[in-house]
């Protein structure tokens, strides 16, 4: 379960929930895609990466309102 970024901060940033889950899991499945070195095989950890990118800005295609 995610806690941390709390999910009614990455609504803020992202606008809904919708685009907050379609977001953080095309990024988590992309990371788990491409850099598994960084996750060390954990999708819970792709998962909080993931959210955490999106709370400091760093996932294209989202901006704050």
Same mark, same amino acid.
């Given at each position: 379960m995610l806690f941390e970024p709390p999910i009614d901060e990455l609504v803020k940033i992202a606008g809904c929930r919708y685009i907050v889950s379609v977001v953080v899991g095309a990024r988590a499945k992309d !990371?788990? &895609?491409?850099?598994?070195? !960084? !996750? &060390?095989g954990s999708a819970n950890l792709a998962i909080d990466y993931a959210a955490n990118e999106l709370m400091r800005g760093e996932v294209i295609g989202v901006q704050s309102k």
């Open positions: !990371l788990e &895609n491409k850099i598994p070195t !960084l !996750l &060390n």
